[in-house]
């Protein structure tokens, strides 16, 4: 059976980053931080969601004890969004979000969905295979000045930094769950199956990670690790403990944002490490 190793860590004072842990399956969803006052935060959804997700993930067996794993997981995802809009009258476009990364596995096959931000990366014999959902980031991209801009000319962390975030983060969520924007967990269920999905022979995989991205930009954004490969040998080498605290260490060198604008000067972390072979 693999073994499964979580890291976690707020980026203030209470994570809105969710891990689930099953004998046949990970799941991490990083629930959207609001900026505004609300009664349902991201973190209260992914917890939602990922609890909806639990029995749909669960493997059944059957009289001989073998494992069935085989129900699509963009229906078991679209379910779940289901059942918790339903449950709490959550309406699109009105709701709390939050990014799933799911990785599932049997006895021949290992199996990844990403929706939103939150990769997975599979390490196989012949290099690493990330799984990752760029939209909501290529969105971004297309915008000028704003926020990270007044961070690069040393604006600094503030109430002018909230104030153009807000900004930001409604502009981008004009395009929440909509053709040629991008694909979130919220009220949505058809936005399950926008997620970015791939599969591996389990005979192929060694290792997986999934990463919120609290922990990613340590590859993606902060450049401390190579590559993914990188940090999966750091984590295996040193526990996944090590990789949060390595790139907490790098914002705490960056205090004002100036070298890497982000919307926050430390967000959620949560790193789980799936090892397939000893």
Same mark, same amino acid.
């Given at each position: 059976m693999p073994s499964v190793e979580v890291a976690e860590q707020a980026g203030t004072e209470h994570s809105e980053d969710v891990v689930l842990t099953l004998p046949n399956a990970v799941a991490l969803l990083d629930g959207a931080t609001s900026l505004r006052p609300? /009664?349902?935060?991201?973190?209260w959804y992914a917890g939602e969601l990922a609890a909806a997700l639990r029995p749909r993930l669960t493997a059944r067996t059957d009289p001989g004890g073998r494992a069935h794993? =085989? /129900?699509?997981? /963009?229906?078991l995802l679209a379910e779940a969004i289901a059942e918790v809009a339903t449950t709490h009258g959550l309406q699109p476009g009105h709701a709390p979000s939050s990014t799933v990364a799911v990785l599932r596995w049997d006895a021949s096959t290992v199996e990844a969905l990403v929706l939103a931000d939150s990769p997975i990366v599979v390490l196989t014999d012949s290099g690493e295979h990330p799984v990752t959902d760029n939209r909501l980031t290529e969105l971004r991209s297309e915008g000028r000045g704003g926020y990270r801009e007044r961070l690069r000319s040393g604006g600094g962390f503030g109430q002018e930094h909230d104030e153009e975030l807000r900004a930001a983060v409604d502009a981008t969520g004009r395009w929440r769950n909509v053709e040629g924007g991008f694909w979130v967990a919220e009220a949505e269920p058809r936005a399950a199956h926008r997620a970015v999905r791939a599969s591996w022979s389990r005979a192929r995989v060694r290792a997986a990670v999934l990463a919120s991205d609290g922990v990613s930009c340590g590859v993606d954004d902060y450049g401390i690790y190579r590559n993914w490969s990188a940090l999966y040998e750091h984590a295996n080498d040193n526990g996944t403990h090590a990789v949060l605290d390595r790139v907490r260490a /790098?914002?705490?060198s960056d205090p004002d944002? =100036? =070298?890497w604008p982000r919307p926050k000067r430390?967000?959620?972390q949560a790193l789980a490490l799936v090892r397939f072979r000893p």
């Open positions: 609300t /009664a349902c935060t991201g973190g794993t =085989r /129900a699509d997981l /963009a229906d /790098a914002e705490e944002g =100036r =070298r430390h967000d959620d």
